[in-house]
């Protein structure tokens, strides 16, 4: 089994705060093994976790409005339609209201790798790098033609 993350303890702690009428601020820190001053600041509202800081100030999309685009990605792979980086970045483009890097499907499709399910959008880039990779473009060939009319 994988131990929590330091989010998730963080969360849960939060979360233990919330229940208590005076908030013991100590003990859950200890309990769950996180600092005690960020779960303190946390808690009153002062300082905002690492992830929800970068998402808001130096992400192109915030961490909801990625997850629709994990899920938009998700849903064509499962329809058979591997989405190319042209399409990724036009519904990021969509989703946010503004221009996104060039860079920034690759960059997108490295940090949400363990929740995409499409091989496509982040195996053939690198391989076109190198030379054409057989068996993704056989594969892709075979999601395209799995669905003609």
């Known amino acids: ?11 849960k ?16 820190s200890n309990k769950y093994k996180v600092n005690r001053t960020t779960l303190s600041r946390q808690f009153k509202g002062t300082q905002r976790s690492r992830r929800q ?20 990605i998700n849903q064509f792979t499962e329809r058979s339609i591997p989405p190319t980086s042209q399409l990724v970045k036009n519904v990021a483009e969509e989703v946010a ?29 690198s391989a076109r790098v190198k030379a054409d990779n057989i ?8 999601q395209v033609t799995c669905h003609k009319l």
């Not at 939060?14 to 003990?27: D, S």
């Not at 996104?100 to 499907?105: D, F, I, L």
């Not at 068996?135 to 075979?142: E, G, H, L, N």
């Open 1 to 11: 089994m994988q131990s929590p993350t330091y989010d998730d303890r963080m969360a």
């Open 13 to 28: 702690a939060l979360a233990e705060l919330g229940k208590q009428t005076k908030p013991n601020f100590l003990g859950v």
């Open 53 to 72: 800081f970068l998402s808001e100030s130096h992400q192109c999309l915030t961490n909801d409005q990625e997850e629709v685009v994990v899920r938009w």
């Open 97 to 125: 209201g503004r221009v996104v890097n060039k860079n920034w499907p690759a960059m997108f499709s490295a940090r949400h790798r363990s929740e995409l399910h499409s091989d496509y959008l982040y195996t053939i880039d």
């Open 135 to 142: 068996p993704m473009i056989t594969k892709f060939y075979d």
